[in-house]
């Protein structure tokens, strides 16, 4: 079945450094990929999304980039703050017609340290 | 201001117990979900509804089943309840263009 693999699980980094998370997924036929941010006893949010026919998207610190031949896609925050410690989790989906099935990663665990 | 709401917050089951977890959405949003949620092994998808009374099964769906009759609720049910299903449990709603997920406040269940 489909299957979305991210790296790392943990990352720590410092105020200020460049943070990637990667993903890879298996079915080809995906076509839309979310990326969800979850606080601490909170419900995931969306954070950012892209769909299969556009390759980057930024939103101030937040970029994701997306490699369709590769089958994978990243997510790329640049000045981290304290405030972006968090767990992380990319999504794939294909959705067609009335069909949209999403599919997560098992999370990446962000520590940025002031 | 978008809704998906879960019926419990916590919930404490015996095991052997029959179990209906309860998720409402406001949004008229055809797909709803339900995934369980542990340590190290993130959002696994237990089943998918894209209509009503549509469902199919996830990656996880020994154990369970649900039931959508209306569209804006979607019940999980755990028709034995063991131990091993003691986790947090989040309900999501969607369109099916492929848009954002809006996701309830979860369900820690404990079954003991």
């Known amino acids: 079945g489909e299957n979305v693999e991210q790296h790392p699980s943990t990352l720590s980094v410092q105020e200020g450094d460049s943070a990637v998370i990667k993903c890879t997924y298996s079915d080809s036929a995906s076509n839309y990929f979310p990326w969800y941010k979850q606080e601490l006893g909170k419900r995931p949010q969306l954070i950012i999304d892209i769909r299969s026919n556009v390759g980057e998207k930024k939103d101030q610190r937040i970029a994701v980039t997306l490699n369709k031949t590769a089958k994978h896609f990243s997510l790329h925050i640049t000045e981290t703050q304290p405030e972006d410690s968090a767990v992380y989790f990319c999504?794939?989906?294909?959705?067609?017609?009335?069909?949209?099935?999403?599919?997560f990663g098992a999370g990446t665990r962000l520590a940025v340290h002031p | 201001d978008v809704k998906v709401t879960q019926s419990s917050r916590y919930l404490v089951k015996r095991t052997g117990e029959k179990v209906f977890l309860e998720c409402v959405q406001d949004m008229d949003h055809e797909n709803m979900f339900w995934y369980r949620q542990d340590p190290g092994l993130g959002l696994r998808l237990i089943y998918f509804?894209?209509?009503?009374?549509?469902?199919e099964k996830g990656d996880i769906p020994e154990g369970y089943s649900v039931s959508r009759e209306k569209k804006e609720r979607f019940s999980l049910i755990l028709e034995s309840a063991s131990t091993n299903q003691t986790s947090m449990y989040l309900c999501a709603s969607n369109l099916p263009r492929g848009t954002e997920a809006f996701f309830g406040q979860g369900t820690r269940l404990t079954v003991v």
């Open positions: 509804s894209y209509d009503v009374k549509m469902k």
């Open positions: 999504a794939a989906s294909r959705f067609s017609g009335g069909y949209n099935k999403l599919i």
